[in-house]
């Protein structure tokens, strides 16, 4: 069965999925969990800085916006440090980074301080997705789908953890408790970061074939197997050409774009149509004076923690469905799901129907933004990929660094324009998820850049290490 030698995708598939991924799979999901609670806490400090420090609407958002320009200035960072020094040293970095300043934040005193110190936040969390990559590493072909999805559930364990936090913390110690509490996470990912072992793979490719051997055989060891005869080598070249369009690059940023906007867009609209309350007098959500507020009650926070639920279901059908549809298909039915049920807000609709159309419409994006973290690792090759991830993770952040300025800005001058914007930002994501030429299903991990899709590397791989390696 085995030749005289094997790769790290053979050994892999020959050890099988087992203890071993399980654990890994706790300890990389605590950083997941540590990033949810970032973004999570964004949707909760809005409205608080807004009473406590009477900001206008458009500060309150660049509150929120901060984080994502830090988020997209470091992830293709983050991802060149992780092709170049390994996996778990970009994300035990990032990690650190993200701890200290988070912490730090906790004790602003005015509101240029903490657009600082979020913003540094943000540079950190723009590490957070090569956890996936580091994960993805570690599992077999046939495993792989359904086992990243799976870990995209620590990130709605981390944002139903967020809300209640909030619930608890905000109504008796506040804000500043809710920033330091929300760090405990990356707090324990650090102290128990000296079992995580590198990716084989990247220890292949650096030339440290040795030290990959050490991990297959821990790996082997954990879950009872034994390790394939022969010799590793790095990949055996298998070319598998897709002859893509000009325009794929530009269908991918779109799908990109539209999944953070979506998403993020209806974590922040969340609160802010609770606060509305009912949509027949919510065609312009707007005070009678511009710094008059309202705090977030008991009942916002209940209804925001039945939202957040909504991410555990639209995972689950994710997990149904891409596997048997394959991730494109996956993706657009996600979006076109959220549009579907964005449409009846424009109606004269109680609280309660809100609440389950956000409810549905959240687990549909959910369910899509992870597809997107399954699809991308798969397309790129070992020596690329993380710094492929930051690059995804960079372009998804431009979405989320507008959606502020739509879910809390333009929200305050017409709700119908505002439902409109991602309404139709939904549909044309969609449109590009469709059209995108490659479908990953059932393909291995890629070794050498070889085996991958011409245009997309020498559109975005080569100028962004262009770009990067500029910054270095």
């Known amino acids: 069965m085995w030749k005289n030698t094997f790769t790290v995708d053979d050994a892999l598939e020959f050890i099988g999925f087992g203890k071993f991924q ?24 809005g409205p608080q800085m807004h009473c ?36 778990k ?43 996936v990559t580091l994960y993805s590493e570690f599992l077999p072909v046939k495993a792989r789908g359904i086992c990243i999805m ?22 008796t110690l506040g804000w500043r408790w809710l920033l330091g509490l929300s760090t405990l996470p990356m707090a324990l990912f650090i102290c128990l970061c000296n079992w995580l072992p590198e990716s084989p793979r990247f220890d292949v490719l650096a030339g440290r074939r040795e030290k990959a051997m050490l991990t297959l055989s821990r790996i082997a060891k954990d879950n009872g197997k034994s390790l394939p005869q022969g010799t590793l080598i790095a990949f055996k070249q298998v070319n598998i ?25 209806i974590v922040l609209l969340t609160t802010e149509l609770f606060q509305a309350g009912d949509s027949c007098r919510r065609a312009k959500i707007e005070p009678s004076c511009s710094f008059e507020c309202r705090y977030l009650t008991a009942d916002d926070y209940r209804d925001l923690l039945w939202t957040t639920l ?50 549905i419409a959240r687990a549909s994006i959910s369910g899509g933004y992870q597809v ?30 507008i959606t502020p300025f739509v879910a809390q800005v333009m929200l305050r001058t017409s709700t119908y324009l505002t439902l409109s914007v991602y309404c139709g930002c939904s549909l044309l994501a969609g449109g590009a998820s469709l059209v995108l030429p490659i479908e990953t299903l059932g393909r291995g991990l890629q070794e050498d850049a070889h085996s991958v899709p011409a245009l997309f590397p020498v559109c975005l791989i080569g100028s962004i290490r262009a770009g990067v390696s500029n910054s270095f």
């Open 22 to 45: 399980w654990k890994i799979s706790l300890l990389t999901g605590l950083s997941w969990i540590a990033d949810a609670m970032e973004m999570m806490i964004l949707s909760i400090l």
């Open 52 to 87: 406590e420090w009477r900001l206008p609407s458009y500060e309150v958002a660049f509150i929120t916006s901060v984080v994502f320009i830090g988020m997209g200035i470091s992830s293709s960072i983050w991802g060149k440090i992780s092709d170049n020094y390994g996996r």
């Open 89 to 131: 040293t970009g994300l035990i970095i990032c990690m650190c980074w993200t701890l200290y300043y988070g912490l730090l934040s906790a004790f602003v005193p005015v509101y240029g301080w903490l657009l600082v110190l979020r913003g540094l936040v943000g540079f950190g969390i723009g590490g957070a997705p090569q956890a």
């Open 150 to 171: 799976l870990i995209a559930g620590f990130w709605a364990i981390g944002a139903v953890f967020e809300v209640l936090l909030a619930l608890l913390v905000m109504p």
């Open 241 to 265: 050409h897709f002859h893509a369009p000009v325009c794929w690059f530009r269908m991918k940023t779109l799908s990109l774009f539209g999944n953070a906007f979506s998403y993020y867009g």
């Open 310 to 359: 909504a991410e555990f279901p639209g995972l689950l059908v994710i997990i149904v469905v891409i596997d048997r549809i394959g991730r494109k298909r996956s993706m657009a039915l996600c979006f076109f799901m959220f549009s579907l049920c964005i449409v009846p807000l424009y109606a004269c609709i109680g609280r309660l129907a809100i609440t389950i159309l956000i409810f």
């Open 372 to 401: 997107v973290f399954v699809y991308t690792p798969e397309v790129f090759p070992t020596e690329t990929r993380a710094l492929a991830m930051g690059t995804a993770s960079a372009m998804a952040r431009v979405g989320a660094l």
